[in-house]
Structures are given as structure tokens and as C-alpha cells.
């Protein structure tokens, strides 16, 4: 299996919250880290968060740090991003990744979910 669903995406005011999920299969994924990135028209896909395996390292794009937070469950196959403080920036088709390091190469795409802040 490898199959990654984001959720949770949506229309948002500028300075609102939003938070999106990402459903795994935890078998396939087992030891995977899994990270954020986001892509908007014309633009270059970009990292947005990312956590390990055993949830012990995060990081994050400068762009969202100290906005977003990224998190999973205990289980691993859940992966969480909290969004606060969104800016019309921010609008973007944003995908949910898994792959074998933390700072690594992603293999694994979701289908995306669609994020747009108005303002």
C-alpha cells in the first residue's frame, strides 16, 4: 500500500486557522517521515513541515514557522497540520509526503487539498 488522503482544506479569512490532515497506511509507511509541502499557481512546489517517524523531530519552512505546527498521532498513520494566522500567501494546493528521512527525498504524494485565504 501506499496511499496518502489529505483533508481538511478549505476558504479561509486572512488571520484564521485551519487545520488539515493526512491518512496513511501505517504498514506501508512504517518508519517513513512525513512532511508538507505546497504548491500555487506558477509557483514552485514548496516544503512546509515535516516530523519523523517517532514524532521526535519536526521542521518547517521559514515561511510558517511559528504559524503552523505540524503533528501525528500515536499510531503513525496520522498526520496533522495546524494552521494559524493565515495569510493570503499561504493559498496554496497543499500535499501531504512521506519518505525514508526527515530531510530526505519524498516518494509518496497525496492527491492535495486545496487551502485559499482570502483577504
Known amino acids: 500500500q501506499e496511499q496518502l488522503v489529505e483533508s481538511g482544506g478549505g476558504l479561509v479569512q486572512a488571520g484564521g486557522s485551519l487545520r488539515l490532515s493526512c491518512a496513511a497506511s501505517g504498514r506501508t509507511f512504517s518508519g517513513y517521515a512525513m512532511g508538507w509541502f505546497r504548491q500555487a499557481p506558477g509557483k514552485e512546489r514548496e516544503f512546509v513541515a515535516a516530523?519523523?517517524?517517532?514524532?521526535?523531530?519536526?521542521k518547517y519552512g521559514d515561511s510558517v514557522k511559528g504559524r503552523f505546527t505540524i503533528s501525528r498521532d500515536n499510531a503513525k498513520t496520522t498526520v496533522t497540520l495546524q494552521m494559524n494566522s493565515l495569510k493570503s500567501e499561504d493559498t496554496a494546493v497543499y500535499y501531504c509526503a512521506a519518505g525514508p528521512t526527515i530531510s530526505g527525498n519524498y516518494y509518496y504524494w497525496g492527491q492535495g487539498t486545496q487551502v485559499t485565504v482570502s483577504s
Open positions: 516530523i519523523s517517524w517517532s514524532a521526535g523531530s519536526t
